[in-house]
Nanobody, 112 residues
Framework: EVQLVESGGGLMPPGKSLRLSCVCS????????MNWVRQSPGKGPEWVAF????????KYADSVKGRFAISRDNAKNTLYLDIDDLRPEDTAVYYC?????WGQGTQVTVSS
């Protein structure tokens, strides 16, 4: 059974940085590309970042390029998302995904 468990969210003031983590089990983690997807209140899911199995290829949504960084540690079966310069519009539930599998999400709220 594939399980994806996110953590690291919380209430943060604007301008701060945050690292989200996603621990994966039930799959050969290093063999698969992974994604981060977020869903803001009242909106549909928004894909934000992609990384291939070997971490050589990374892609970002235009809305987050330059502030978000996706990475992975294949030895720890863990996916990361570093977010710099948090903005109120980053408020969302953040999910890691190895499609069609999704985690339960971690809430990020950016507010002063």
């Amino acid at each position: 059974e594939v399980q994806l468990v996110e953590s690291g969210g919380g209430l943060m003031p604007p301008g701060k940085s945050l690292r989200l983590s996603c621990v994966c089990s039930g799959l050969t983690f290093s063999a698969y590309a992974m994604n981060w997807v977020r869903q803001s209140p009242g909106k549909g899911p928004e894909w934000v970042a992609f990384i291939n199995g070997g971490a050589a290829m990374k892609k970002y949504a235009d809305s987050v390029k330059g502030r978000f960084a996706i990475s992975r540690d294949n030895a720890k079966n863990t996916l990361y998302l570093d977010i710099d310069d948090l903005r109120p519009e980053d408020t969302a539930v953040y999910y890691c995904a190895k499609f069609p599998y999704w985690g339960q999400g971690t809430q990020v709220t950016v507010s002063s």
